[in-house]
């Protein structure tokens, strides 16, 4: 569908409705095209379209501008960036060529069919090296305990490894141990409790790393390999590999949902932070016990909020230090979306796309995936942080770009604050 005679912009809503209920996602100028997910719904005397990424429009300004299918579009200016895993809209576990090209199913899950029960992949994780993919897989049935495991496949879907009982596994720099979380009990607040320990791969060796107490997810590595960092209820802790060495850095509790990611350099963690001075994300340096910068987020809209959940306070690096990316989804109109953050500047450059979630980094740090989660269903979606452009490539969910370091190089640009073009726009426009 592309917006056609809007005047000023056509308002894409949450919910098809003119009423307070329905907030505004963002406001469109003519020219802008989008895919249409679902539709047409007769609301408050007008029939709507939902528009994948933006929102429910009034059918009055939209027309159609050509038929595709998700199942095989291929995006030319994405072609050579490396492969992508994802998660397919029946939950099996996909890859396919950065451009949506050679796509192939590497493992068939197979979900649990019964109405009782939920069963799917939750999570992805590269091997180092590329070579190897590592997902977590999980089995809820009503009235039973929950089962998770974490499995290891090469790309041809040969499995490597499982390990029952686990769940949130997270690869060493070097590709021969894992941390996760063992012992699970679902809990409140986006958590779970458990046991953090690193395995072994070469030796099935297990070190318990951290208590038992609620965690938002795994220990992840510290580029060296040596330690690693995790956050539960008590605060952000740094531990050596070995378990030993335990210390508190920070005390955001994890219902607050700070997440810390290491940079590639080892020395900055990037989190959500928010204390008085940062509502945002902050970048923390280890050693020095130093905030190197705050990012403040999006001002909230009318949708709410809310905290908790792992996934909310997520950032990824870029492979080459700069930049760190965020999303956001309950923030006023025309600001949601993936945020890229320049570390130098604070600068940040906004791809929009609302309910986007799961971010991950291309080798080249310019380009970065996500998913949406929204109106239409899970759908995967590339994003340019320089030149602002994002393009829908595929239906599914939790994608991660293949690490690649032969495509990494300096990305040599800023992010600028923006609203994409429409400052003067936000939050008006047709209905």
Known sequence: MRVEESSDCLNFRVTPSLDGYAPINYCQVDGFEG??????????????????????????FLAISREERLSTRIVPELTGLGRIAFISADGDLWLMNSDGSNRRRVVEFGRVSRPDAQSGISHIEWRPDGQALLYDAYTFVQG?????????????????????????????????????????????????????????????????????????????????????????????????????????????????????????????????????????????????????MCAPQPPPGERGGRHGSAEDGQTDWSPDGRFFAYHTEFAAANRNGVYVVDSRSGAQSQLAVSDAIFVSFAPDSRHVVFSSY??????????????????????????????????????EYSPQATCRGREARCGGGRS
């Open 374 to 411: 929204g109106t239409g269903g899970g759908l995967i979606w590339v994003g340019d942080a320089q030149a602002g452009d994002v393009f829908l490539l595929a239906e599914g969910a939790v994608a991660a770009w293949q690490p690649d370091p032969g495509l990494r190089q300096a990305a």
């Open 35 to 60: 895919y249409v997910v679902d539709g047409p719904v007769y609301e408050d005397g007008r029939w709507w379209w939902a528009v994948a990424g933006q929102g429910w429009a009034v059918e009055d």
């Open 144 to 292: 039973e305990d929950e089962q998770y495991s974490i499995r290891i496949v090469d790309l041809g879907g040969g499995l490597l490894r499982e390990i029952s009982g686990a769940t949130s596994g997270y690869w060493s720099p070097d590709g021969q141990r894992v941390s996760f979380l063992r012992d699970v009990v679902a809990t409140g607040c986006g958590s779970i409790t458990a046991t953090p320990v690193v395995l072994n791969l070469a030796t099935s060796n297990l070190t318990t790393i951290g208590p038992t107490l609620a965690y938002a997810e795994a220990a992840k590595w510290r580029p060296n390999g040596e330690q690693l960092v995790f956050q539960n209820e008590a605060g952000i802790f740094l531990v050596d590999a070995d378990g030993s060495d335990l210390r508190q850095i920070a005390t955001e509790p994890r219902c607050q949902g700070s997440v810390p990611n290491w940079a590639p350099d080892g020395e900055r963690l990037s989190m959500r932070s928010h204390a008085g001075d940062c509502v945002g994300y902050l970048v923390y340096r280890v050693d020095a016990h130093d905030r190197e």
